[in-house]
């Protein structure tokens, strides 16, 4: 599963409002599938720079992320990179390619756990669920006492505060 964190959340609500807004989808089109736009809110390639550095390879995602070599400075690989880089895995983005994690359709109402994989509808539905599951795991490892701990410790910035409400 994607690292937890609020650039992941992010990158994945920030998808589904382009997606919302009539961002091009085809899930055919190297650059403009499921994983196809959750690339471009990552690296901010445009989908026709994605769709042809993915043309350069054979197959699509998910049997380009099969055959991922972190060191062939292939532009599809340095793409892909990208994205583990950020916080997802192999795993995640061949499972949104098809939709297809359990832990994230698990948690949608059974009439809606059967997605196609290349509907926008369904996409959407799916990266929501996903985004909201990520940031329940985030929310979950946040301690309350350790955050209070943090924001009341003394530290030079609230000195500097006190002392200007003080004088």
């Not at 609020?6 to 997606?19: D, Q």
């Not at 990552?42 to 060191?71: M, P, R, V």
């Not at 950020?86 to 499972?95: A, I, M, T």
């Not at 939709?99 to 994230?104: A, F, I």
Request: overall charge negative; glycine content about 4%.
């Amino acid at each position: 599963m994607a690292r937890a964190t609020l650039e992941v959340v992010e990158a994945l609500r920030n998808t589904v409002k382009k997606l919302n807004q009539g961002s091009p989808y085809m899930w055919g089109h190297m650059g403009s599938c499921n994983c196809g736009n959750l690339a471009q809110e990552i690296t901010k390639f445009t989908k026709a720079h994605i769709h042809a550095s993915a043309l350069q390879n054979s197959g699509d995602w998910s049997e380009q992320l099969n055959d991922y070599c972190e060191t062939s400075r292939m532009p599809m690989d340095l793409i892909i990179f990208e994205l583990l880089s950020f916080g997802f895995s192999v795993e995640d983005l061949q499972n949104l390619e098809y939709l297809s994690d359990q832990n994230v359709l698990q948690r949608l109402p059974i009439e809606k756990r059967y997605l196609r994989r290349n509907y926008r509808d369904d996409v959407v539905v799916y990266m929501n669920e996903w985004a909201d599951l990520l940031e329940e795991q985030l929310l979950a490892a946040i301690s309350i006492e350790e955050l209070v701990a943090e924001t009341t410790k003394p530290n030079k910035q609230n000195r500097q505060y006190k002392e200007l409400i003080d004088a």
